[in-house]
Every structure is written in C-alpha cells, then in structure tokens.
C-alpha cells in the first residue's frame, strides 16, 4: 500500500495506519544507514532538488543524505543564490523545475502554504521541509519514530511539549501526528506564545510548566524563537527561563524514565540548561540521526517504491 502520493505536505489528516507504514519503513532505512556501505539503488535515475528559502542544518543535510543513500542525483538551491531574489515567482520556478527534470523537490519556506502551491503548478513530488508557523512534517515523523524506537509505542504516552506554540511548526506537525497516534499531549507556554484553540486538536494546555511535566513520558522543549523578542511576548530571557526552561529540578517532576527532546538548534540556558540537554535522558542527538532514516522512508515512498522492501 502506497501511504503517501505525490507529495507530504503535513501531517494532519494522515492516518494512524499511513503514519505506522512510513515509521515501519524507516526502521528498515535505519538497518541501510547501519550497514558499511550505506548505499541502495531505489531511486536510482530521479533528481532530488532541495530548495530553502531559510536556514537550516539539520533538515538541509539530513534530506540531502538520504537522498544519496537512496542513489538519487541531488541538486542544493539555497534562496540567496536563485533567481527567487530577481523576482522570479513559485510558478515560474516550479516551471523551471519541471523543466530541468527534478521528480522530487524538497522545499523549506518562510511562507505557510508555499509547498502547497508548488505541489499545485509542479509535476513533481514536494516535500515540505518546514512552512512558515505551518508544519515540518518529516520533524514530526522523526520526533515518532524517535520516541516508539525508545519505548516501543506511542499509544498512551504523556507528551507534554513546551515553549513558543505560537510560532512553531514542529509543535503542530507532532500535536497531529502524537494525537492521531493515540499519545495524550500536554502543551505549555506563557499566554502570549499560545495559539488560540489549541486545545481544539485535543492536547491538554497549562500555563504552569511545573504542572505540565508532571509525570510525563517525554518532555519536547521547543527553540525560543529569539528572533521574535521584539515582539515583546515575554519580559525578559531570563524570566522565561526561570517559567519555562527545561533544567535537572524540572525534569525530576517527570516519569523517572522520561524522555528529553529538542528539534534543534537549541538555545541552551535559555530553554534548555547543558546538563539536561547533554543529560542521561537526552535523546536530542538520536533525533537528528533518526532524521535521516524517516527521510529515506518519505523519498522513497513519494518516488513511487512500496513500502514492503527496501532493494540490495
Ligand atoms: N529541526 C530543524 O528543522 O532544524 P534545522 O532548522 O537545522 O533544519
């Protein structure tokens, strides 16, 4: 059963059994990024083009990885150096692609709904790698596969997710995919970062972190969006660290076994201190590597291969 079609645009409205196919596949990439030679031929002959309009690390070189362990040809457009600063619109772009041959382009953008309309005028696959205050499904698709890897399930997990809400995609993309996949979440922050009717999507919200981590299975600390300190949301760094930052006392309000995770790039001392991020319970570091192997699975599957094997 193909789960996913042309493109992954986000995760709300992808079914628990979609959602399982994909993470049941990225084990199988997982066991492919073990082997020595980390190499196989299944999209041997398609073009993947990776195009983000804004910064990142994490998303640019995991799908860039993934889709040389996958044997496709790989193209990087970064916005600065496209004629997106001449002017030239999505439109025309997706023309242009369609033109060079790209069957898969991945695209990160400020803008919410972007790889939406690029799915619209392209014939091509799209992912999206981050829109806006939108989604970043692959995030949310590693953030699952990270946490059933650690504790073999989702269903009846407490998640209890904390920080800005309001401006992030990671936190929707996982509050869809969590819920659908029968995990109970918990969201946290001060009243200025939090969307309004959240709580509509069935997540529990607090305003007292103390409260939220309480007894939790995993505790997701999200990125303070400085960037967005001029909006005055929050009086100072240093009282939002004192509210909401994630440090050893917090943690030990948590179930004792629970897991600490970030999307990354962190703001240590801010929403997270050292000790914890580098701490027994972090599992921050096998996100990022997970996020190779859930990116495999979604290239793989949007290049049209099945989900039952992966070819030698
Ligand atoms: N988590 C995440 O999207 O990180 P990057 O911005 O580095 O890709």
């Known amino acids: 059963m193909a789960v996913i079609k042309k493109d992954l645009l986000g995760l709300e409205g992808v079914g628990q059994d979609e959602l399982t196919e994909i993470?049941?596949?990225?084990?199988?990439?997982?066991?492919?990024?073990?082997?020595?030679i980390k190499k196989v031929p299944a999209l041997r002959g398609k073009t993947v083009v990776n195009m983000f309009y804004e910064p990142s690390t994490r998303t640019r070189v995991?799908?860039?990885?993934?889709?040389?362990?996958l044997s496709a040809d790989t193209v990087n457009i970064a916005a600065s150096t496209s004629s997106a600063v001449k002017g030239e619109s999505m439109r025309d772009t997706a023309t242009t692609l369609e033109a060079l041959g790209a069957d898969l382009v991945v695209l990160r953008h400020p803008m919410a709904g972007a790889p939406h309309l690029l799915a619209k005028v392209g014939n091509f696959g799209v992912l999206n790698a981050g829109d806006g205050f939108h989604g970043h499904p692959t995030q949310g698709l590693l953030d699952m596969f990270t946490i059933r890897e650690k504790k073999g399930y989702?269903?009846?997990?407490?998640?209890?997710?904390?920080g800005d809400l309001l401006h992030s995609r990671v936190a929707r993309s996982n509050i869809w995919g969590l819920i659908t996949m029968g995990a109970s979440v918990r969201v946290c922050a001060p009243p200025t970062m939090l969307p309004i009717g959240?709580?509509?999507t069935g997540v529990k919200v607090f305003n007292n972190m103390d409260v939220a981590v309480e007894g939790a299975d995993i505790v997701m600390m999200l990125?303070?969006?400085?960037e967005r300190q001029q909006q005055g949301l929050f009086p100072s760094i240093r009282e939002y660290n004192r509210l909401f930052g994630l440090n050893k006392e917090r943690l030990a309000l948590a179930a004792k076994d629970a897991m600490v995770m970030h999307p990354g790039p962190m703001n240590r001392g801010v929403e997270i201190s050292p000790d914890v991020a580098d701490g027994v319970q972090s599992v921050i570091n096998d996100q990022v590597t997970n996020g190779v192997a859930v990116r495999m699975a979604v290239l793989y599957l949007l290049a049209g291969g099945g989900s039952s094997e992966v070819d030698n």
Do not use: C, H, N, T
């Not at 995991?62 to 362990?69: D, G, N, R, T």
């Not at 989702?154 to 904390?162: F, Q, R, S, T, Y």
């Not at 990125?223 to 400085?226: A, N, P, W, Y």
């Open 23 to 36: 993470l049941d596949l990225a084990v199988s990439m997982k066991e492919v990024m073990g082997r020595q």
């Open 62 to 69: 995991s799908f860039e990885l993934a889709a040389k362990y």
């Open 154 to 162: 989702l269903k009846g997990l407490e998640v209890a997710i904390v």
């Open 198 to 200: 959240l709580e509509r």
């Open 223 to 226: 990125r303070m969006q400085l």
